[in-house]
């Protein structure tokens, strides 16, 4: 860096300082911001200093002491300043919750090398706060210290080893992380180019980070903490009795504040915009994406939770938690799993120690799996999409082309009931509330999230799915009562209606394709009809990809990897861009794909179809859709069924028991989920009809 000297220093009529200023070479950053600040602050002067003096303040050197044109010294008392320092303008009081007023200044601390913003409250700095740039409207009090120690990168960089403890599948962190760049970091490590690009992007990304100074951004409160040491903190966050933050980013922002509460204990992490931590969560080596939820003593290391994650009370070690991961129970153990939009049920628990090696094995469950109340899975493992796990499972089972199945141990064995899930009215109820429960309110959202319960990727697995069942079928016999399918056992009539389920899935996706694409048009000839089915690309075909979240097909996910290892894409702001670009237009290559499926399944092709095959393929979607919603109708009717009223109406008889429960539960008629079933069924029918009608007047 080019070197600037000062000379000497004067003050003259205590209002500007004359410097002799010799530049080598160029004028540089330093030269501008030092201009900069003079005309935001001016030298202390001599009355002010004799009034400070007065107030107990002193300085190692009062010509180092900058201050706002109009600051007033008589908001400031008890503090010792040294290095360089810079005040504001403190004119303004804050209202604390229960009518408190307190007025901008400092009071009681010690500062080293640090700018305050204007209208900040600095109070009771127990020991000092060191090389940090404060912004304005702050509220710090009662605090132990806050410093930087030598250059940061904060929490930039670091590196957590998810899935495997032992090391091989680390992801480095940074502030921009998404959950997609990660799943492909983690798990594509047999594209060592890609990867080593990768970590060279984050490498380049941590380096412009760094700074000897950290940073509190702006109507940033922090009271009654600990050690706040080499931390960057965002604008609005509220940091309420934290007991200790090393290294790290808290990404707050005025449109999603941060919360960090009592007790949180965090060591080597970045938290995302709108996270909450509360009630001694302890996190190290870990990314808190936006708006996840850690408390009540939950404890992770060297996990990733990307947006929307809950856990509490629970542990969490090396795992890959991606969007809407949620566990709630204190007995609850996470470990060396790869999941998204899962629920964990009370004392589920992994295990990765299969052999004497270490902890060297890993599993994965699928989107939107579940597992119950003392569920166990042996790793390696992996669970198809949706599906159920209950029970004790050691086999190192591999159901990933059997999605939405339940997976029950009986007699230390897995017993797979395939397709069972597409009727559970548990499963409808998720990907509804899944939207709803975006919380993010940052306009730059990280991870791209796609809620459809069927896409591409689950129908490809059950077409998958239904071919393997049949050949199952084929090869042990139509009358064999048990089949066997990797390490897991499928009744007779459990494979036959998981054929039959997987087929009306299938009915219903690809006619809710068509039917969208044909909506809201009046045809006057079958060659419209055609034209209009024609995909607007062919990006689409093939195989379909979950990236943690994001729906796509795997060859622009290659093309994605590609541009990396070639270096068209040098940025991770670049590779986040084009992975939303993906998202945006799912349904463009959505429709490719199905249009490609629609030969594939019906036997017709979409070329030539014609009318009475068309109205053919939309009798069979409806078919399908009120079939499902039917099943649904009759599982949600369950659960006000008599067994389910057991403990109702205490003291009385059954009148009094079923009263009671439709006080607290509801009548079933008045269910608003079931009424949504059938309105479901009523619009669907209707829709279908529309375009049968529209069709026949061609």
Not at 357 to 372: C, D, F, V
Not at 528 to 541: A, H
Not at 637 to 651: C, I, Q, R, V, Y
Request: aromatic residues 8%.
């Amino acid at each position: 860096m080019t070197k600037i000297t000062i000379i000497g220093t004067n003050q003259i009529d205590n209002k500007c300082r004359l410097m002799t200023i010799k530049i080598n070479k160029i004028l540089t950053k330093d030269f501008f911001n030092y201009f900069r600040d003079m005309e935001n602050y001016r030298a202390i002067n001599p009355q002010e200093i004799s009034q400070l003096k007065k107030q107990r303040c002193h300085a190692e050197d009062w010509s180092r002491v900058l201050v706002h044109q109009d600051f007033d010294p008589s908001r400031v008392w008890d503090t010792a300043f040294s290095g360089d320092i810079k005040m504001g303008l403190f004119s303004t009081r804050f209202e604390l919750p229960g009518g408190v007023r307190i007025q901008s200044g400092i009071c009681h601390a010690k500062l080293h090398n640090v700018t305050v913003g204007n209208n900040t409250c600095i109070e009771n700095i127990h020991n000092y706060i060191a090389n940090f740039d404060i912004g304005e409207d702050c509220i710090i009090e009662n605090v132990d210290k806050i410093l930087t120690d030598g250059e940061s990168a904060f929490g930039n960089g670091t590196e957590v080893a998810v899935l495997n403890e032992t090391g091989g599948r680390e992801v480095p962190l940074n502030d921009i992380l998404t959950a997609h760049f990660a799943y492909i970091i983690a798990l594509y490590r047999h594209r060592p180019v890609l990867v080593n690009r990768m970590r060279e992007l984050v490498e380049l990304y941590a380096q412009k980070q760094k700074s000897s100074r950290g940073t509190i951004g702006n109507k940033v409160k922090i009271s009654n903490a600990g050690t706040i040491k080499n931390v960057r903190i965002g604008d609005s966050a509220t940091l309420d009795g934290v007991a200790m933050l090393i290294n790290g980013s808290v990404n707050s922002n005025e449109y999603d504040p941060v919360y960090l509460g009592y007790g949180v204990s965090c060591k080597d992490f970045i938290i995302s915009s709108g996270a909450y931590l509360d009630s001694g969560a302890t996190i190290s080596r870990c990314f808190v994406g936006q708006c996840t939820t850690l408390a009540r003593n939950y404890s992770a290391s060297d996990s990733l939770f990307f947006c929307n994650c809950h856990g509490e009370n629970g542990e969490a070690c090396a795992v890959f938690a991606g969007p809407y991961t949620v566990s709630h129970h204190k007995s609850s153990l996470l470990i060396s799993g790869m999941f998204s939009f899962m629920n964990a049920g009370s004392g589920s628990n992994q295990s990765n120690h299969m052999y004497k090696l270490g902890p060297i094995h890993q599993g994965i469950l699928e989107r939107g799996s579940k597992t119950t109340s003392d569920s166990y899975i042996l790793w390696p493992a992996r669970i198809g999409a949706f599906s159920l796990v209950l029970g004790r499972h050691v086999s190192n089972t591999d159901t990933s082309c059997l999605p939405f199945s339940y997976l029950i141990e009986s007699n230390n064995t897995t017993h797979l009931i395939p397709g069972v899930n597409l009727r559970s009215v548990g499963t409808i109820r998720d990907a509804q509330k899944w939207p709803k429960r975006d919380k993010r309110k940052d306009p730059n959202k990280l991870d791209q999230i796609n809620y459809n319960l069927l896409s591409p990727y689950t129908i490809q697995k059950m077409l998958h799915g239904r071919s393997l069942l049949t050949e199952l079928r084929r090869v042990s016999g139509e009358t064999t009562d048990l089949y066997s399918y990797k390490s897991t056992k499928i009744k007779n009539s459990s494979l036959n209606n998981g054929i039959k389920l997987y087929e009306t899935a299938i009915h219903k996706f690809l006619g809710n394709s068509i039917i969208k694409r044909l909506e809201g048009i009046n045809f006057t000839s079958v060659e419209q009809v055609r034209e209009r089915l024609r995909p607007d690309t062919q990006t689409g075909l093939g195989e379909w990809l979950d990236i943690s979240g994001l729906i796509a097909p795997r060859t622009e996910i290659e093309k994605l990897m590609n541009h990396i290892e070639d270096g068209k894409i040098n940025k991770i702001k670049e590779i986040n861009a084009y992975i939303e670009e993906l998202h945006k237009n799912y349904y463009y290559y959505e429709w490719s794909w199905a249009h490609s499926k629609i030969q594939e399944f019906y036997g017709i092709s979409p070329e030539n179809i014609t009318v009475p095959e068309l109205i053919d393929i939309i009798e069979k979607w409806r078919e399908a859709v009120v079939g499902l919603d039917k099943m649904i109708y009759e599982d949600a009717h369950k659960e006000f069924s008599l067994s389910s009223m057991t403990g109702f109406g205490a003291d009385g008889d059954s009148h009094d028991c079923i009263l009671d429960f439709e006080q607290v539960r509801g009548g079933f008629d008045n269910n608003p989920f079931v009424s949504a079933v059938l309105k479901h069924i009523e619009v669907k029918t209707a829709l279908g009809q529309e375009l049968i009608d529209r069709l026949k007047r061609i």
